[in-house]
């Protein structure tokens, strides 16, 4: 009589596991996400040495008996893509770059590949969701050829680690990982254990032979990455491209990079014959700004190591039901919510009775500490119905006191703001100790959200 096969289910959202079935993952929460998967029931034999990724048996070592030679990275023509990798690409590093559908993914991808084949390097594009006609004629449109770019359309990761073992390209494509098939596991294509198994086997690739692999990877409806949260954990750089299908620009953020710095940002423009990069996007994002508009403030954000200025709209209008609405479109709510209840406490705004809408202009979403004092400047001058100068811009971070606190990195953010021909810049008080002021733009150091309104709305 045959054994019956034991099965447990696992969550496809969060990898949780469990015994039996359930309708609600206790884990994430979600509804309707566990699936059955069948126990791996070969048991491997133990190994006797301990081998790391390359296959070099592993042995202790001291720290200063360890050498560190630095390979050197890869450039690309697009230096938008250099940028966000931290300086180019680096050999034998495995990155994940995520994105919601048609945004964009696979152009970009392709574009790369091509001017590394046209560079003399060998790639491999493995394709699991269009053939080889349809990555040819995408190829054409976008003008990329060469003599040592082979696409391949196939899903078995068997058939794909011989094809890479006799080919020895230098960098290989995976078009998605959600598509891919471990042979050793029983689950099914785009299951939590089937992701897992191909990603540990790609690494086994990345590491082993050298070989710079891009992973592909869907993104769910919340716009995090499908498959377990050990996906990015165990890839070296995980990239997200963004932006909105109505309009042409997209933005590339790192979100995790062990070879440079976290959420560096590149921005691009999607042409019919591909992704063009865009050198200086402070201007696109301010290129339309209306001159005498009230509630618009300008920002020096900085995203990774480049400052960018983004416009701040607010419109602030009676609420006409009993609770008043609170709105916010690239920048965090409960963010927007605080500044508001520090405006009505420490400025005498009257927000409570008031609907609030607000936006960052372009698309580029905001998340860091020093866009308080833009978004608390817009508010006011909708609310007072009293516009800003266009020329001004502001940067700092609005305490619950009502104070103005100090940013990092303020010397690259005036110095950014005073490029683009603003005349003025709001900062913090505590950020003009220790360095040498700016002679093209005029320094205001405030230290409350009061001295600020009433020096930036008179």
């Not at 402070?282 to 480049?306: C, M, N, P, Q, Y």
């Amino acid at each position: 009589m045959m054994a019956k096969a034991k099965t447990h289910y696992v969550c496809q959202n969060c990898g949780y596991t469990s015994p039996r079935y359930l309708g609600r993952c206790p884990n994430c929460g979600q509804w309707n996400t566990l699936v059955e998967e069948v126990d791996q029931t070969t048991v491997k034999k133990p190994q006797t040495t301990t081998t790391t990724l390359t296959g070099i048996v592993a042995k202790p070592e001291r720290l200063n008996e360890i050498n560190t030679h630095e390979t050197p990275r890869v450039k690309t023509k697009l230096e938008e893509f250099n940028r966000v990798l931290g300086g180019g690409i680096v050999p034998g590093s495995l990155v994940l770059i995520g994105g919601d559908p048609g945004i964009g993914k696979s152009t970009l991808l392709l574009q790369v590949s091509g001017q590394l084949s046209a560079e003399g390097h060998s790639v491999l594009y493995v394709s699991g969701e269009e053939s080889a006609t349809q990555i040819k004629m995408r190829a054409e449109r976008l003008g990329v050829a060469g003599d040592d770019f082979y696409i391949y359309p196939e899903t078995n990761m068997d058939s794909i680690r011989a094809t890479i073992d006799n080919l020895n390209p230098e960098y290989v494509i995976i078009d998605s990982v959600q598509t891919m098939q471990a042979t050793d596991v029983t689950s099914a294509i785009g299951s939590v254990s089937q992701i897992r198994a191909v990603t540990a086997q790609l690494m086994q690739v990345a590491k082993g032979k050298n070989i710079t692999v891009f992973v592909v990877g869907h993104v769910t409806k919340g716009g995090v990455l499908a498959g377990p949260k050990i996906l990015e954990h165990m890839v070296d750089t995980v990239l997200y491209f963004e932006g909105d299908l109505h309009h042409t620009y997209r933005i590339l953020r790192s979100v995790k990079n062990r070879f440079g710095s976290t959420n560096e940002l590149g921005i691009f423009e999607m042409h019919s014959d591909g992704l063009k990069e865009v050198a200086n996007p402070s201007e696109i994002f301010l290129e339309e700004r209306l001159k005498d508009a009230t509630g618009s403030a300008v920002v020096v954000s900085l995203e990774g190591t480049r400052p960018i200025l983004v416009e701040i709209q607010a419109l602030i209008t009676p609420s006409v039901f009993g609770n008043a609405q609170r709105t916010a479109t690239g920048l965090n709510r409960n963010r927007v919510s605080l500044i508001m209840a520090v405006l009505e406490k420490r400025a005498n705004l009257l927000l409570q009775n008031q609907d609030a809408y607000l936006k960052a202009a372009g698309g580029v979403k905001l998340d860091e500490p020093a866009i308080d004092l833009a978004i608390a400047v817009a508010i006011a001058s909708s609310y007072r119905d009293k516009g800003t100068r266009p020329t001004d811009a502001f940067v700092g971070e609005v305490g619950l006191t009502g104070e103005i606190r100090r940013v990092n990195r303020i010397e690259q953010r005036v110095r950014e703001a005073a490029k683009l021909g603003f005349r003025r810049i709001f900062v913090p008080k505590n950020n003009l100790q220790g360095w040498d002021p700016h002679e093209k733009i005029q320094i205001i150091g405030v230290t409350t959200i009061g001295e600020a309104l009433k020096l930036a709305l008179s």
